[in-house]
């Protein structure tokens, strides 16, 4: 045996016969020896999946501080050192600090997606060497290894079955399917997608039922298992569109700042005279001036906000520029079982021979009704409560309330039909506690029913049984009208169990017939005479009910939804429909293999629903979408999803149901599970990216305006009308104060009704360039005209000026927590504490920086009369007033282009 023919024989063995899987192996039911198992161990290693390298916490530490913003303000700590004013640089050293450590806490977790997927593996398992049975640990089968399989048990290695005994395991978590999967040893086509290999097992799956034997076709990384976690170490996790973008940013300041304090050096050396110490000093003060030193630290605080905000929706975030990403999504790719469906089947059509009956409710709760043509039932019909016995009586599983929630304890199909008997009226306490079984037929996937001997009211004795519908319709010669029988009209039934088939349901029928009462034992003989009929029950994992709405609102906010799945096409397409889905087209895994990317790019943003997806196709089907200048979520709760959450633009993981592998892949985790958190989550995203442009839009036309003053002094040859010192205060404490409060700015009323940004579209707008403009001519006229009228008393001037600015900045607040509207628009008082807060705030401290008498010698203001305050603040309402006139024009204008627009 080689490496190669040992992987030939595992991707071929779904298509083989046990025995042809056997002897591709070279391997026995006997088991392998004692020499061929050491041989293989040497060939292919241990079955266990490799711990990832982690990198050290000092490396992550450090990549924290690769960031072009926090570079920014390294360079003004340095300048504010240079100055001599070592507090001014140790606070902006704690800003890039604490920055740094609340990205290292947020991210710490990031790279344990492949260690999660270690606690899917047993510990021990039952294998078949030399002819005897032992138990040795996981790490040690090898391919070729016979292992005993029973109920309860995760598959330790994917396996080809050499038998099955009723054997059911839950695929999930690997595949998707709602269902836990029949297992049987017959060959299947090749190229049978994997949830359609019924004839292997898989490492890390569940054992619901049943037991068998099995041999081993691939440990550790070659299993299905281990290529999903290959495949999610081997993706890369995408910038994010808000990282990007200040990345982007800052370098533009950066150049742009340095640019202007050379330009402005030489220009003082060489057309005023000045000299060189005098104009280095200068050009620091402009450098201090333009540079937003507070604005990294707005855009944490935005962002930590905006993590606290979702917290509260349910939607916890594990890195923290992912709060913003979800605001900025065009589409969002959504896993169908447990995200758009709660992963709990639900008896949804009842059809009997005289009528047709909806139930109503969701999942494993017993709440929910029974409706005749939408009406509730006065009482229950007498074949209706036949059919429910029959539910209640030939039925394993139990639902118990645990913790406020319905729990089931068994098989997902009986616990629909007991939920269903309940909604019947039909459970202990209401009369059917007398109910003794006697006798069983277990249900097979050979025989595809099952059926039950009992006594009831009256010890009479009742034989119940369920089953495939053909199956039981082949037992059956007649059926149930109200209290009579009368002979089975098989047409009648064949529509109907092709009717519920094509609304995606999975159809269980129910029969019945009397028992000889002194017969204690039942045998499938019996069933073939005298079986009546009692009706179809159609079950299904019914869509949450507000997973419909939350698509909805996403349409409305531009928001491309499409449901990946590893369902089958069929049920794909039914809930798909019930949730607004366009249905007509559905791409099946196998469909997606016959494209090439470029095809595929074309198919991906015409499709809404792909079933039969395996974690390959949904990670090509994210690239796609990426190409195509799209940014994605994507939705998951299984190990499957795994890769694609990891590629994501963003990765939104379930927290209730979801594995270990997918939460760890994701940078949020919804803790309901619910895709209508998803909307809320959207919301707030937008509004911490709304709120950064504001605070943005806030910080840079004040810094503007500081620079441009000093460089005006520059040119003109003037006194300096505000110090580097003062510079600092009106950045630092006055400007971060007020831009802070724009972090607690709720959304605005049309939030959800806006399209998604272009994805290359940066943060220097058409309307931040003429915001800038604005107020950097108005807003530095009006500061160097202060310091001009009253410049022969140069700290009071200064006073005045800063003083000025600092009103502006006042004003201007509450002009930028509206960005097109105006300040004093309906809603505008929605959320308004924050500002006033910080407004009073910063009013108390600019008073104490112009009183205090150590306020005054550290940056050398004077005290101001009541005059000169409202010569300031009067100067400071006119910049603003002329901004909320230019609010007006623009909104005029735009209502005009649109009547404009031909209807």
Not at 486 to 506: F, N, V
Not at 513 to 540: R, W, Y
Request: net charge negative; aromatic share 6%; glycine share 8%.
């Amino acid at each position: 045996m080689t490496p190669e023919t040992l992987t030939q024989a595992a991707d071929a063995a779904h298509a083989q016969t046990p025995e042809q899987s056997l002897a591709a192996l070279s391997a026995s039911r006997t088991g392998l020896t004692a020499e061929q198992v050491t041989a293989r161990r040497n060939m292919v290693g241990e079955n266990r999946l490799p711990q990832p390298q982690v990198r050290a916490w000092y490396l992550r530490l450090l990549a924290q501080f690769n960031n072009a913003l926090l570079y920014v303000l390294l360079v003004s700590a340095v300048i504010t050192l240079s100055l001599g004013y070592h507090t001014d640089a140790g606070v902006i050293v704690a800003v890039v600090v604490i920055n740094a450590l609340v990205g290292f806490i947020q991210e710490g977790r990031a790279e344990a997606a492949l260690r999660s997927i270690l606690s899917m593996v047993v510990s021990q398992v039952l294998v078949r060497r030399d002819g005897h049975t032992r138990q040795v640990p996981v790490e040690a089968l090898v391919p070729g290894d016979i292992v005993l399989i029973n109920a309860g048990d995760r598959l330790p290695a994917d396996v080809r079955l050499l038998e099955a005994r009723e054997l059911r395991c839950d695929e999930a978590a690997l595949t998707g399917e709602s269902l836990p999967v029949d297992k049987h040893i017959a060959a299947v086509p090749i190229d049978a997608p994997l949830a359609e290999r019924t004839g292997c097992a898989f490492m890390g799956t569940q054992v619901t039922a049943g037991g068998g034997l099995g041999v081993v076709i691939a440990t550790g990384l070659d299993t299905q298992l281990g290529r999903i976690g290959e495949m999610v170490k081997s993706v890369d996790v995408p910038v994010t569109p808000l990282n990007r973008q200040l990345e982007r940013f800052a370098r533009g300041l950066s150049l742009a700042i340095v640019m202007v304090t050379v330009l402005a050096m030489f220009w003082g050396v060489y057309v005023t005279g000045l000299s060189w110490p005098d104009m280095f000093r200068a050009a620091v003060g402009i450098a201090v001036a333009a540079i937003p030193e507070g604005l990294p630290a707005v855009v944490t605080i935005s962002l930590a906000i905006g993590v606290q905000r979702m917290a509260r929706t349910r939607a916890l975030v594990r890195k923290l520029p992912a709060v913003e990403v979800l605001g900025s999504v065009t589409v969002i790719c959504s896993d169908k079982t447990g995200t758009l469906t709660r992963n709990e089947m639900t008896a949804r059509e009842l059809v009997l021979a005289d009528a047709q009956y909806t139930c109503s409710g969701e999942g494993y709760s017993p709440a929910g009704d029974v409706l005749h043509n939408g009406a509730l039932l006065d009482t229950v019909p007498e074949d209706l409560h036949a059919l429910g016995r029959a539910a209640l009586f030939c039925n394993d599983a139990s639902v118990a309330q645990e913790g406020g929630q319905s729990v089931l304890h068994g098989d997902p199909t009986e616990g629909a039909l007991y939920v269903l008997a309940h909604k019947l009226g039909v459970y202990a306490g209401r009369g059917e506690e007398d109910w003794h079984r006697l006798d069983i037929i277990p249900f097979s996937t050979e025989k595809r029913f099952m059926a039950v001997l009992g006594h009831g009211r009256e010890h009479q004795a009742m034989v119940y049984a369920k089953g495939a519908p053909e199956r039981i319709l082949a037992f059956c010669d007649h059926q149930l009208r109200g209290t009579e029988t009368e002979p089975l009209d098989t047409q009648y039934w064949h529509s109907a169990l092709a009717q519920l088939a094509d609304d995606g349901m999975r159809v269980m029928a129910l029969a019945m017939k009397a028992h000889d009462p002194d017969d204690a034992t039942l045998s499938e003989d019996e069933l073939d005479s005298d079986m009546i009929f009692l009706g179809l029950v159609g079950i299904t994992d019914p869509p949450r009910h507000e997973a419909r709405e939350a698509i909805r609102q996403c349409r409305d906010a531009g928001i491309a939804v499409k449901m990946i799945t590893g369902d089958n096409p069929r049920t794909a397409a039914a809930i798909g429909a019930q949730l607004g889905l366009d249905s007509n087209a559905v791409m099946t895994g196998n469909d997606l293999a016959q494209l090439d990317d470029g095809a595929l790019q074309e198919v991906v943003s015409r499709t809404a629903i792909f079933a039969r997806t395996s974690p390959a196709d949904k990670l090509r089907l994210v690239s796609a979408l990426q190409q195509a200048d799209q940014l994605v979520a994507m939705t998951g709760d299984g190990v499957n999803d795994a890769p694609a959450l990891r590629r994501a633009n963003i990765g939104v993981a379930m927290g209730m149901k979801g594995t270990d592998a997918a939460r760890e892949a994701a940078a949020m985790v919804l803790t309901d599970d619910n895709f209508a958190t998803i909307t809320d989550a959207v919301r707030e995203g937008r509004t911490v990216y709304d709120n950064i442009v504001k605070a943005i839009l806030f910080v840079l036309p004040t810094s503007l305006v500081e620079a441009a003053v000093l460089l005006m002094a520059i040119l003109l040859a003037v006194a300096m009308p505000v110090t580097p010192v003062q510079v600092l205060w009106v950045n630092m404490i006055t400007a971060v104060t007020l831009a802070i409060a724009l972090a607690f700015e709720p959304g605005e009323p049309d939030i959800m009704q806006r399209q998604p940004r272009r994805p290359g579209r940066g943060l220097i707008t058409g309307l931040l360039l003429r915001r800038l403009l604005l107020i950097g001519l108005v807003g530095t006229a009006a500061v160097f005209w202060m310091f001009v009228m009253h410049q022969q008393d140069v700290d009071r001037a200064r006073t005045l000026a800063v003083t000025t600015l600092v009103l502006i900045e006042v004003f201007y607040l509450f002009s930028c927590r509206r960005l097109y509207v105006a300040a004093w628009a309906n809603a505008a008082g929605q959320g308004i504490w924050p500002a006033l807060v910080a407004t009073v705030l910063v009013l108390l401290l600019q008073f104490c920086f112009t009183v205090l008498p150590v306020m005054q010698h550290l940056f050398g203001t004077v005290a101001l009369s009541a005059a000169q305050w409202g010569l300031c603040a009067a100067t400071a309402l006119v910049v603003v007033l002329v901004v909320e006139l230019d609010k007006q024009w623009l909104s005029f204008w735009r209502r005009r282009r649109m009547r404009q627009v031909p209807q």
